[in-house]
């Protein structure tokens, strides 16, 4: 019954759980494991081994070239199409290929082309390689880079940029992204999106709010498999403007014409650059049926009923500290001394989730595949292994 106290916990439910679309079936997870780790690497769907079968031996083992023609070519801008959906992004405006890495890279390069502001600011508690990749842009651009917390930003009018995370990956806080993207606006700054620990976990609304850029990987809460490639969204109004830094030849408007000067496609194509991934593109294709029919606001429901319940039977069971904060993602992390032995422990014990140094154990809950009786299975094996 809908807003009925959980029995475990007393944590109160607002989604009918007799109406929650748990898709536990549709993945391939072994028996007696217990999988918290889809913000790291999100379990495979079922059906993408199969479909990748078809992929190798019939799109590629028997019709070759021609598969460059028969759909191949066009895939970075469907499939980020099947993305944007997820990300409150209209069609045209997202693509896929690349790492995430490489589409901070574009994104910040394109914020700041041109600009006679003199800083970029990074989200100090982020994720290392967007911290990396901003220290390159700053140096190949001559503009200053300050690291700041999302909660005291300090924006001025030399602010160009802004670069945050909507989901810490290391404490699972989520950040407004409303109100700091019109923070930024405020100052007239941009300001770039980092979903990786987001997409999958709520609805977002980047038409909506006016965001300047987004990019996020598709390999944790999408389940596109190891490395799949991230997404980058440029929306329409920027398009014309935005200039890609690495002017490969797939963002070219002719890219057949063989042209030796670059001329980019006018739209979200110019984001591309080289010959994508197909093998890795079509896994993530097949991973996204999954979501065909989510309801991203139901599953933002059970995200928050699953970190409740965990976190409440954590401190039932535990001396531990959760670090997550009451507004996060579907991420609980714990502070834990051996961070690294636990976990190993865990692991051991067929409860999955992972650590970060130095004291940091990370739990995922995709609602998709997980269970209250994982949630607390988990908290209960933590005890032990902790006691
Ligand atoms: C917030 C964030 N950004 C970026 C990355 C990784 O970037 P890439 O896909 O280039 O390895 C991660 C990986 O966990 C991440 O958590």
């Known amino acids: 019954m809908a807003g009925e106290a959980h029995p475990a916990c007393g944590v109160p439910g607002t989604v009918d759980r007799q109406e929650l679309r748990v898709k536990r079936e549709l993945f391939d997870i072994p028996e007696g494991v217990i999988y918290l780790d889809g913000n790291s690497l999100g379990a495979a769907p079922k059906h993408v081994a199969e479909r990748m079968q078809e992929v190798v031996r019939h799109q590629w083992g028997t019709r070759l ?8 070519w066009e895939a970075p801008q469907r499939i980020g199409d099947r993305v944007g959906r997820l990300i409150g992004a209209a069609p045209g405006q997202v693509v896929v290929g690349d790492s995430t890495s490489v589409n901070v890279f574009k994104a910040l390069m394109g914020a700041v082309k041109g600009t006679s502001r003199t ?27 300050r690291g ?33 993207t019109e923070q930024a606006h405020g100052v007239g700054a941009q300001v770039v999106w980092d ?9 977002i609304e980047l038409d909506a709010l006016g965001v300047d850029f987004a990019i996020g990987c598709t390999y944790k809460f999408l389940n596109g498999g190891p490395g799949s490639p991230a997404f980058i969204y440029v929306p329409t109004h920027k398009q014309a403007t935005f200039e890609n830094p690495l002017s490969g030849w797939n963002g070219h408007r002719e890219p057949f014409a063989m042209e030796t000067s670059y001329e980019p496609d006018p739209g979200i194509v110019r984001a591309r650059v080289g010959t994508p991934d197909i093998l890795s593109m079509l896994a993530l294709d097949a991973a996204l049926d999954v979501w065909d029919d989510v309801d991203l606001a139901e599953l933002r429901e059970r995200g928050l009923e699953l970190t409740a319940l965990f976190r409440a039977q954590v401190e039932k069971l ?12 579907n991420q609980i ?3 834990c001394p051996d961070a690294k032995a636990v976990m190993d422990e865990l692991i051991a014990r067929g409860v999955i989730g992972d650590q970060r140094p130095p004291d940091i154990l990370r739990f995922g809950f995709a609602p998709l595949y997980v269970t209250d009786e994982d949630a607390i299975r988990a908290a209960e094996v933590l005890a032990e292994v902790t006691r």
Not at 126 to 133: K, Q
Not at 164 to 177: E, H, I, K, P, S
């Open 195 to 203: 979903l990786c620990h987001s997409a999958g976990v709520l609805p």
């Open 65 to 72: 070239i021609r598969s460059w023609s028969e759909g191949w």
């Open 333 to 335: 992390s714990v502070r």
């Open 318 to 329: 535990t001396n531990l500290e959760v670090i997550t904060p009451e507004v996060r993602g």
């Open 148 to 180: 700041a917390h999302p909660s005291s930003l300090d924006l001025t009018e030399d602010t160009a940029v802004v670069l945050l995370n909507q989901v810490d990956y290391r404490t699972g806080a989520l950040n407004d992204m409303k109100a700091l």
């Open 119 to 145: 800083e970029i600011v990074c989200d100090e508690s982020t994720f290392p390689t967007d911290g990396y990749i901003a220290q390159s842009v700053a140096s190949l651009t001559g503009l200053k880079i």
